[in-house]
């Protein structure tokens, strides 16, 4: 069966740290990987992209890779600060659809 | 970017009832929006994939005439919960990809909180 996994357990981290979370995934092949962040009660806003033809990516303090190998992404945001606590979803492109995982979520404290 | 609007954001209803979701993209076309409900600490479920001007597809196990989709233009898919039960509440989501490029990214209404009595 397809599965999409993230850790349920939440991440709580010190402020300054860096964050590392991890998008499993089973029998999908999916043209691309995507990352959200979603806080309580809201809708998921988009942070990054990344294709099934690239390892890394990066946008200011975010970085996401892509193993399709190991059919793996990981997320790091740097520098951790407290605005950074929410919920991060991984959501995979397959066949035209978006599915996602059940998210992590991070609680960076002060 | 793309603002995707959702309403009501709150709605209570009787057992009984039907509940209609709006789902508009304000400042692009959407020829594609999907649904998607949420469970408290639970992932987003895909519902269906509605398509401007066509019937909506819908995921395995979605019953269609329980969740009727209407994308009648390209702003606007609405969500009608029909004959509304306790069962069925939860955090419905709807989401447009952008129309800018193929930039992959998906849009997300601020969400709508379903509660039947």
């Known amino acids: 069966s397809q599965k999409i996994e993230q850790n349920s357990e939440a991440l709580n981290i010190q402020e300054g740290k860096t964050a590392t979370l991890t998008c499993n995934y089973t029998n999908y092949s999916p043209a691309y990987l995507q990352w959200y962040r979603q806080d309580p009660g809201r809708g998921p806003v988009f942070l990054l992209l990344i294709r099934e033809n690239e390892k890394e990516k990066r946008k200011e303090r975010l970085k996401v890779t892509f193993d399709t190998t190991l059919k793996q992404s990981l997320f790091h945001i740097t520098a951790s600060q407290p605005a950074d606590s929410a919920t991060y979803l991984c959501a995979l492109y397959n066949f035209n659809k978006f599915y996602f995982g059940s998210g992590t979520k991070l609680n960076v404290k002060p | 970017g793309a603002v995707v609007s959702q309403h009501p954001s709150r709605v209570i209803c009787k057992s009984g009832t039907s509940v209609k979701i709006e789902c508009r993209s304000l400042d692009f076309q959407a020829t594609t929006m999907f649904w998607y409900r949420q469970f408290p600490k639970q992932s987003l479920m895909l519902m269906a994939t509605s398509n401007e001007g066509s019937k909506a597809t819908y995921e395995q196990g979605v019953e269609k005439d329980k969740f009727l989709i209407n994308h009648a233009s390209l702003t606007l898919s609405t969500l009608t919960v029909t004959s509304a039960h306790p069962e069925d509440s939860s955090f419905y989501i709807c989401?447009?990809?952008?129309?800018?490029?193929?930039?992959?990214?998906?849009?997300f209404g601020e969400g709508s909180r379903l509660t039947v009595l």
């Open positions: 989401s447009a990809e952008g129309a800018t490029g193929n930039t992959g990214e998906l849009f």
